[in-house]
């Protein structure tokens, strides 16, 4: 029972994290794009709007993939899936969810080879000079959360009778 306890404030912890840093970073991200578009009819250039903004969304990007995930709101194909009996419903939410989370681990390892090349080739942004490594790391990091979380749905849909679409939400419309 103490490790469901710590696994839900964990949980919690990264849930507000996500909507937080998701929020900031679409909200930051619109307030850059728009002072750039109008520094450039005044004739101000804001040269480092193009690295800042790619930075942030690839940081949104692989942030929403961990928090779509826990929240079974990542596309899915339920033209077949729903008119399905609940028992191959809940075979196929088993294996879409296994095989979700090999993939997410497999590209999370791949994100990561990616970020220590970046790191050893010492690459840095032409305008902002950060390393390109500092904003690829978010990359692994949302895989790895999402595989995280199409584990949790595979382990839910084991223990519970009714199908899951992710640890959070349960299959159906509602």
């Known amino acids: 029972m103490a490790v469901l306890r710590i ?7 990264e849930r507000r994290l996500e909507k937080v ?17 109008i520094g450039r009819k005044v ?11 790619t930075f942030l969304v690839i940081f949104i990007t692989f942030i929403a993939v961990s928090h ?7 596309i ?10 609940k028992k191959i419903q809940k075979v196929m939410m088993l294996t879409i969810s296994f ?3 090999l993939v997410m681990f497999w590209l999370a390892y791949l994100a990561t080879s990616y970020v220590l ?33 199409y584990v ?3 382990v839910k849909n084991i223990l519970e009778k009714e199908v899951w679409v992710s640890f959070e939400k349960q299959s159906g419309y509602k």
């Open 117 to 149: 090349q970046a790191y050893n080739w010492g690459h840095m942004s032409h305008t902002l000079r950060i390393p390109y490594w500092i904003g690829y790391v978010v990359i692994p990091l949302g895989l790895f959360l999402a595989g995280i979380h």
């Open 99 to 101: 095989g979700s989370a």
């Open 76 to 85: 899915r194909m339920e033209a077949v899936y729903d008119f399905m009996p």
């Open 21 to 37: 840093t998701l929020s900031l970073g679409i909200i930051v991200l619109a307030m850059f794009l728009i002072a750039n578009a």
């Open 68 to 74: 779509a995930a826990r929240r079974g709101s990542h």
């Open 43 to 53: 004739g101000l250039l804001l040269y480092f709007v193009d690295e800042l903004a």
């Open 7 to 13: 696994w839900a404030k964990l949980n919690n912890i």
């Open 152 to 154: 949790l749905a595979f």
